[in-house]
Structures are given as structure tokens and as C-alpha cells.
């Protein structure tokens, strides 16, 4: 899997966001997007996921172009930073969701015993049956994070996925979304703002600045 980002510009009214980003991504890397607020890293990832389109520029996953493939095509796994769980939907059916409305995707049978096996992965077996509602923020975002993988993404895009937990889960929760990521053997990008966390999680970071990637780093070593 090789995955590249060429020299995407987007504006918003005049007002350039994105000038000019380019960034590839190796097979099962996993690639932070660090930088302030209003940089430009969830314009960015939002372009990826195609939930927007560049005015220019191109994405181009395995040689083939996918720049105005729609977002359902892409087969990509995303997790935002407000877990957006089907609050009407338990936890076994949140994850199952994507595979369910997949086209051609697999039997009944295939997705419960999927749904079984992602829900031993998140350490999560007796929960199956219970509403959103009825979750710690960690237990949402492990959920989260079990539909993204669930349809095997060919990418995993997380837009500040902790941001909503405090301190102690979310140190906990990084090494478990890193086990989960090895494991599915998926590349990933995440966008933070948190330093520690991109040292904690990825292979390389992308530091962003006023629409544009400024350097490139690899982790601080974490103990
Ligand atoms: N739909 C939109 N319409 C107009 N301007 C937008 C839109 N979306 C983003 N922007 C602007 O584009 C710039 C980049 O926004 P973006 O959301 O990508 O930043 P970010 O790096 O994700 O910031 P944060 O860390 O606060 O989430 C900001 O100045 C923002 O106001
Ligand atoms: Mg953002």
C-alpha cells in the first residue's frame, strides 16, 4: 500500500487553507498531522476521507487516482473526535454498521462473528448489547475506533480521537489504538494537537503551519 498526497490547495472564500500539501505514506505507516488551531489538519483530513473536495492537487492510493472518488468508494476507516456512534444502535450494531450497508458485503452470519472478534479485540465482549448512552467516553471511543476497522480499511483517518477523554484514558487508550492499528496492518493518519501523543503514536509527524507542512519528524523516543 502506498498512499500520496500531491500539492493540495483548498480555499475557503478567498482565504487559502491548504497551500500546496504533499505527504506520502508507506504501507501500515502511521502519520500524525501536528500544528494549531486553524492550520489546516482537519481541511486536510477531510479531504483525504472525501468528505471535501481540493481545488487542486490529487490523491493517489496504490498508483490509481481517487482524488473525486466519493467518500463511500474510498473504503476508508475514520473516527472523529465526537466518537458520532449511532445512539439508536447498540455497540455490536455500530460496528457491524459498515459492513451491513457494504455492497456485496458479507452474510449475516459473517458479520456477527466479525462484530464478535473486533469486540474481543477492544477488550469489550459483555457490551455488545448496550446503547452509546450507556458507556464511559473510553468505552465510546474503543467502539469508535472497532466500526472504523471493522470494513478492514484500506486507510484509518482519526481527527483528534482522544480529545474528548482525560488524561489518564487517553494515555491508556493510545498504546491499545496502536496495538489495534499494527495488528489490522492498516497505514493510518491522525490529526492532534498534542505533542505527546503524536511521539506516543506514530511513526512519523507532520508538523502543519498556516497551510502548509512545514517539517517532517520522527518521534521523540517515549519510555
Ligand atoms: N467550511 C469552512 N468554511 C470556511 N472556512 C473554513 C471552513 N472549514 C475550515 N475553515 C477555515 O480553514 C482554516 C483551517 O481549518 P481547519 O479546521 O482545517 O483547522 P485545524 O488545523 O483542524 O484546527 P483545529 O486544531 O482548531 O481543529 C481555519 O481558518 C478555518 O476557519
Ligand atoms: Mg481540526
Known sequence: MTFEIRDIHKS???T???KGVSLSLEKGE???LLGPSGSGKTTLLNIVAGLAHADSGSLVFDGEDITRQPAGQRHFGMVFQSYALFRHMTVAQ???FGLKVMKGGPSRAEIDRRVAELLEMIELPGLADRFPAQLSGGQRQRVAMARALAIRPRLLLMDEPFSALDAQVRVSLRSEVR???RRAGVGAIMVTHD???ADALADRIAIMDQGRIVTIETPEQVA
Open 16 to 18: 487559502e487553507v491548504l
Open 179 to 181: 496495538a489495534l492499528q
Open 94 to 96: 455500530n460496528i457491524g
Open 195 to 197: 505533542r505527546a501523543e
Open 30 to 32: 502511521f502519520i500524525a
Open 12 to 14: 475557503f472564500a478567498g
